[in-house]
């Protein structure tokens, strides 16, 4: 279903989607951003780059965080049973206070807000990077279904101050599932999201300032553009994620610009010898070739138009 392809219009001087007036021999390659193809795809890239960063922590010092809200606190944190971002930032300032304080510790992390199935309760998961508990704050809880040990935390708890937080390690073989996990929602696109009726925040994911992994990509960055791909955690070929390729594009480093030079001419070859193929396969001429692009573009957003209603 993906990717798109995008002709250039000879009167905006610009790239668009169903151009009235295409350079047939003018295109770009890109995802549509909406199919199931399309959000796998996202998920298993933010998985990759949890992944790569983990080396630069040590065991034990990635954390994946449930925050849980009480009654008493709901109103507090929630206001109108919808999504709050303010109080979760004043509890990232308060526990960066104690650890940088206390400990000279800096952290990063990746939040996901989101509403629970059963009740459509607002909470908050985390990933926390840069952060080890001390044995004695942690009270062991039970196991999740894929068999992680969870945790409650004392200390997070008591700068938390609205209810129950849970934790449990994050190693190369749970960043996956962790990070595909809290993204199950982040990846809607419309902006009308409703709960029991009631119009809502729609779920978000916040990202750290500096690209997840990026550390791993530039000491690595010459093998993987000149391979292509990266491996997962099953030792499954995967697409760069696309946070390293914007990075490459606008960086100033002459040597990744030259790698980077040659892995986008390899994949623009690979396209027009594709294009050879299905045109020697189906005897398609250039202007059939578009028509059928933009028929397999209205295929799709009918498709995606079936999956918005599916809204919790």
């Given at each position: 279903?993906?990717?798109?392809?995008?002709?250039?219009?000879?009167?905006?001087?610009?790239?668009?989607?169903?151009?009235?007036?295409?350079?047939l021999?003018?295109?770009?390659?890109?995802?549509?951003?909406?199919?199931?193809?399309?959000?796998?795809?996202?998920?298993?890239?933010?998985?990759?780059?949890?992944?790569?960063?983990?080396?630069?922590?040590?065991?034990?010092?990635?954390?994946?965080?449930?925050?849980?809200?009480?009654?008493?606190?709901?109103?507090?944190?929630?206001?109108?049973?919808?999504?709050?971002?303010?109080?979760?930032?004043?509890?990232?300032?308060?526990?960066?206070?104690?650890?940088?304080?206390?400990?000279?510790?800096?952290?990063?992390?990746?939040?996901?807000?989101?509403?629970?199935?059963?009740?459509g309760?607002?909470?908050?998961?985390?990933?926390?990077?840069?952060?080890?508990?001390?044995?004695?704050?942690?009270?062991?809880?039970?196991?999740?279904?894929?068999?992680?040990?969870?945790?409650?935390?004392?200390?997070?708890?008591?700068?938390?101050?609205?209810?129950?937080?849970?934790?449990?390690?994050?190693?190369?073989?749970?960043?996956?599932?962790?990070?595909?996990?809290?993204?199950?929602?982040?990846?809607?696109?419309?902006d009308?999201?409703?709960?029991?009726?009631?119009?809502?925040?729609?779920?978000?994911?916040?990202?750290?300032?500096?690209?997840?992994?990026?550390?791993?990509?530039?000491?690595?960055?010459?093998?993987?553009?000149?391979?292509?791909?990266v491996?997962?955690?099953?030792?499954?070929?995967v697409?760069?994620?696309?946070?390293?390729?914007?990075?490459?594009?606008?960086?100033?480093?002459?040597?990744?610009?030259?790698?980077?030079?040659?892995?986008k001419?390899?994949?623009?070859?690979?396209?027009?010898?594709?294009?050879?193929?299905?045109?020697?396969?189906?005897?398609?001429?250039?202007?059939?070739?578009?028509?059928?692009?933009?028929?397999?573009g209205?295929?799709?957003?009918?498709i995606?138009?079936?999956?918005?209603?599916?809204?919790?």
């Amino acid at each position: 279903m993906s990717p798109l392809k995008i002709y250039w219009d000879k009167i905006e001087h610009k790239f668009l989607f169903n151009s009235k007036n295409p350079d047939l021999w003018h295109y770009a390659i890109v995802p549509c951003g909406r199919c199931p193809d399309c959000k796998k795809k996202w998920r298993t890239q933010l998985a990759q780059r949890v992944r790569y960063e983990l080396a630069n922590y040590a065991q034990n010092e990635v954390w994946f965080v449930h925050l849980t809200v009480n009654d008493d606190y709901i109103d507090e944190v929630f206001p109108d049973g919808s999504l709050h971002h303010a109080y979760f930032q004043k509890f990232m300032k308060r526990l960066r206070r104690r650890l940088d304080y206390h400990e000279g510790k800096k952290i990063k992390y990746l939040v996901c807000g989101e509403y629970g199935h059963k009740n459509g309760r607002p909470h908050f998961h985390m990933i926390l990077f840069g952060y080890r508990p001390k044995d004695s704050d942690l009270k062991f809880y039970g196991t999740s279904k894929k068999k992680y040990n969870m945790y409650i935390d004392k200390f997070l708890e008591e700068v938390w101050g609205a209810g129950f937080v849970k934790v449990g390690t994050v190693d190369e073989h749970t960043a996956p599932y962790m990070a595909k996990y809290m993204v199950k929602f982040g990846e809607i696109k419309q902006d009308d999201f409703v709960i029991k009726g009631k119009k809502v925040r729609k779920p978000y994911l916040v990202y750290p300032k500096k690209i997840l992994g990026l550390d791993y990509f530039l000491s690595n960055y010459e093998q993987i553009l000149n391979l292509g791909y990266v491996l997962d955690s099953r030792g499954r070929q995967v697409g760069i994620p696309r946070s390293f390729l914007k990075y490459c594009e606008n960086t100033e480093n002459i040597a990744i610009q030259e790698c980077y030079k040659l892995y986008k001419a390899r994949c623009d070859l690979l396209i027009k010898e594709q294009n050879k193929e299905l045109m020697n396969k189906y005897n398609l001429h250039y202007f059939d070739i578009y028509d059928w692009v933009l028929q397999q573009g209205k295929i799709r957003r009918e498709i995606y138009d079936s999956f918005k209603n599916v809204n919790r």
